[in-house]
């Protein structure tokens, strides 16, 4: 559409003052008049003269591979060869071998920890699980918090319990004894917020019988 543009207008402003115009430089236009000169096809690239050859590499990668220097990396086996008076190649040459023949890599066993199962918990009927969080809530004087406490059943999405207090309640000892939960039939999930991994918490949960799981992500529902 450019072109186009600027060729009209070549007739009435001339062609510096079209490609002015449109905004495009007159060089672009002289370039794409003439024919390329750069080759079409690839020139294949010349092997150095300097570069080993195949015997060469063969007896650069047996050495190498030799009971002394099969543990070494390619840096200390260059410096102890020059001290012996010998010289295979540059160290940047030995990495380059040893990365065509699929050997620059690491060689010591390293040990495999079998992937971590996403944990979850699934709730069946009611009152079978619960989860249960703390905010805190600004007050309406500085330096005054209210804390709102919410407990909810994660089969029927029911707010079993809420309620705002000025510090640290027993809600949800109220609600397990208001639920008329039975021993050992309810799971309580929660962050592991310093309120709810607290010592109280869990010996409360001891003494009536169940058990808290917490868990990083949320609870999935069947």
Aim: one cysteine or more.
């Amino acid at each position: 559409m450019i072109d186009q543009t600027a060729t009209e207008l070549m007739p009435l402003v001339g062609t510096t003052g079209a490609w002015q115009a449109v905004g495009r430089a007159r060089a672009t236009y002289y370039r794409h008049l003439r024919p390329s000169s750069r080759p079409t096809t690839p020139r294949e690239r010349r092997r150095s003269p300097r570069a080993l050859g195949e015997d060469e590499q063969a007896a650069m990668l047996e050495t190498l591979h030799s009971e002394r220097f099969m543990d070494m990396a390619p840096a200390e086996v260059y410096a102890t060869l020059l001290d012996e008076g010998r010289y295979l190649a540059l160290v940047s040459t030995m990495y380059r071998i040893l990365r065509a023949a699929d050997e620059v890599h690491e060689r010591r066993s390293h040990a495999v920890h079998p992937a971590l199962l996403k944990p979850e918990l699934v709730a069946e009927q009611s009152n079978s699980v619960w989860s249960w969080d703390i905010t805190k809530l600004h007050g309406p004087a500085k330096w005054t918090y209210y804390y709102l406490y919410v407990i909810i059943d994660i089969y029927s999405r029911y707010v079993v319990s809420w309620m705002v207090a000025s510090r640290k309640s027993s809600l949800l000892a109220d609600s397990i004894r208001k639920q008329r939960v039975e021993r050992d039939q309810l799971t309580i999930h929660a962050d592991r917020g310093s309120s709810m991994a607290s010592k109280p918490v869990a010996l409360l949960l001891a003494d009536l019988g169940g058990h808290q799981e917490p868990l990083p992500t949320p609870c999935e529902q069947r």
